[in-house]
């Protein structure tokens, strides 16, 4: 399975049956370098990927300035320190879990909720993890059909 299967069945997927989905996802490595993304996911700077980077290793880093990615200001809100970073804009915010080398990106609108965006993101993140898959290798042999449901149940 490629990095960017991921993206499209498990970050891009239908929430809870509902029709909604994330506005754009990402896969992206500790040093900017794009693993997968959806069509949507906004043009970054490598600044911004850094500044995110310094907030797993220094919490808090970002709370001043808040969270850019795009160029678009994020107000940071309650996330696990050193884990998870959680953003909000307007209607909207972002969530993005740490693995052991790569970020994983979920950006939303209404209707999808916070607690669905945090769901999909966090989910595969530590599934991820788990498996130890954010190597830079792909996810082949047995492991592959273990990963064939959007919610990782």
């Known amino acids: 399975m490629s990095w960017q299967t991921y993206v499209d069945e498990h970050l891009m997927c239908d929430i809870d049956g509902t029709g909604h989905h994330l506005s754009a996802s990402a896969i992206i490595g500790h040093d900017g370098s794009v693993w997968a993304q959806s069509s949507s996911f ?29 160029g678009t200001k994020h107000m940071v809100i309650q996330g696990e320190p050193g884990a998870v970073i959680r953003g909000k804009k307007g209607s909207g915010g972002i969530t993005i879990k740490k693995t052991g080398q790569a970020l994983v990106f979920g950006i939303y609108e209404e209707p999808v909720t916070p607690g669905q965006c945090n769901m999909v993101v966090e989910r595969l993140g530590d599934y991820l993890i788990d498996q130890a898959l954010c190597n830079g290798d792909m996810l082949v042999g047995s492991l592959a059909k273990d990963f064939s449901t959007p919610y990782l149940a």
Do not use: C, R, V
């Open 42 to 70: 906004p043009q970054f700077k490598a600044q911004e990927i850094t500044d995110i980077m310094k907030d797993f290793d220094e919490p808090g880093h970002l709370a001043p300035t808040g969270l850019h990615l795009g």
